[in-house]
């Protein structure tokens, strides 16, 4: 009989932050961190960024080329910032798609929308980046926002976000990257290991969410490393843009 200690010791590995865990619990852990942030997690966008996660996003709006009629998908959408946004420019002829894994999310995102008046040519999904539940060939515009490094198979992803783009399609992955400049890198650390999980403390009674959070920024692929990672998957024309220093950063890949 296989002893199941042995299973799990030959079960491969990947990072949740700076744990080493095995690869099927990385999906659950990642779930609690977002169950836990969802209710507060529009206040925290601000207060961390100050604002600048409303600047990163209209520029993935401008890059995404998006136009009325177009089909969107906005995986790992949570609370729909680009969901709103493209909803407006498709209009009634286009139709976007939210879709995340965690259900929290997805219900904070579909009451915000609502609320805001956002409804007839938007649906909510809850579906994995790795298997999108979507036709071959279907969407204009497909983006991940700060969503990436989160999942566990980064490269089943962006094949399956290649899939279910139509040829010409393009997709954006918003993210955080690795800054340039040592200084601002040496700031950054510190702003990210003191103060974020303070403020998860404060505003969520959370740090450990928040520590993640700096921690998986770290340990996501640097800007050269997920352009390869694109051009693997099959995307051409893949280009980023630095922003606010490289500590954010928005790559782009057309599908052949
Ligand atoms: C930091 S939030 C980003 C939300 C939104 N895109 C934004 O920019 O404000 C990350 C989101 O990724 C979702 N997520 C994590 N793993 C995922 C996966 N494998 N498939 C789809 N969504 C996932 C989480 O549930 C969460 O809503």
């Given at each position: 009989m296989?002893?199941?200690?042995?299973?799990h010791e030959?079960?491969?590995t990947t990072h949740?932050?700076f744990?080493?865990?095995p690869?099927s619990?990385?999906a659950e852990k990642v779930?609690?961190?977002?169950?836990?942030v969802?209710?507060?997690?529009?206040?925290m966008n601000d207060?961390?960024?100050?604002?600048?996660?409303?600047?990163w996003?209209r520029?993935?709006?401008?890059?995404?080329?998006?136009r009325?009629?177009n089909r969107?998908l906005?995986?790992?959408?949570?609370?729909?910032?680009l969901?709103r946004?493209?909803?407006?420019?498709?209009?009634?002829t286009?139709q976007?798609?939210l879709a995340?894994?965690?259900?929290s999310?997805?219900?904070?995102g579909?009451?915000?929308?609502?609320?805001?008046?956002?409804?007839?040519?938007v649906?909510?999904v809850?579906?994995?980046?790795e298997?999108?539940?979507f036709?071959?060939?279907h969407?204009d515009?497909?983006?991940i926002?700060?969503g990436?490094?989160?999942v566990t198979?980064?490269e089943?992803a962006?094949?399956s976000?290649?899939r279910?783009?139509k040829?010409?399609g393009?997709?954006?992955v918003?993210e955080f990257?690795k800054p340039?400049?040592?200084?601002l890198?040496?700031v950054y650390d510190t702003y990210?290991?003191?103060?974020?999980?303070?403020?998860?403390k404060?505003?969520?009674n959370?740090s450990?969410?928040y520590r993640?959070?700096?921690?998986?920024i770290?340990?996501?692929?640097?800007q050269?490393?997920l352009?390869?990672?694109?051009?693997?998957?099959g995307f051409e024309r893949?280009?980023?843009?630095n922003m606010?220093?490289?500590?954010?950063?928005?790559h782009r890949?057309?599908?052949?």
């Amino acid at each position: 009989m296989s002893d199941p200690r042995k299973a799990h010791e030959q079960e491969p590995t990947t990072h949740f932050g700076f744990q080493d865990v095995p690869e099927s619990q990385k999906a659950e852990k990642v779930a609690e961190v977002f169950h836990s942030v969802a209710a507060k997690y529009d206040l925290m966008n601000d207060v961390l960024s100050g604002g600048l996660h409303r600047l990163w996003k209209r520029f993935t709006i401008e890059l995404s080329g998006v136009r009325t009629g177009n089909r969107v998908l906005d995986i790992a959408g949570g609370t729909g910032d680009l969901t709103r946004k493209f909803a407006s420019i498709v209009g009634p002829t286009g139709q976007v798609v939210l879709a995340d894994i965690n259900d929290s999310m997805l219900k904070v995102g579909r009451d915000r929308l609502l609320d805001k008046g956002v409804a007839g040519n938007v649906q909510f999904v809850q579906a994995d980046a790795e298997k999108l539940p979507f036709p071959d060939n279907h969407f204009d515009v497909v983006t991940i926002a700060f969503g990436l490094r989160n999942v566990t198979h980064k490269e089943d992803a962006l094949r399956s976000m290649l899939r279910v783009l139509k040829p010409g399609g393009r997709l954006l992955v918003l993210e955080f990257s690795k800054p340039g400049n040592p200084l601002l890198a040496k700031v950054y650390d510190t702003y990210s290991f003191s103060f974020m999980p303070l403020a998860g403390k404060l505003i969520t009674n959370d740090s450990e969410s928040y520590r993640y959070l700096a921690e998986s920024i770290r340990m996501h692929p640097d800007q050269e490393t997920l352009k390869a990672m694109m051009v693997e998957a099959g995307f051409e024309r893949v280009t980023y843009h630095n922003m606010t220093g490289g500590i954010v950063a928005l790559h782009r890949g057309i599908k052949p």
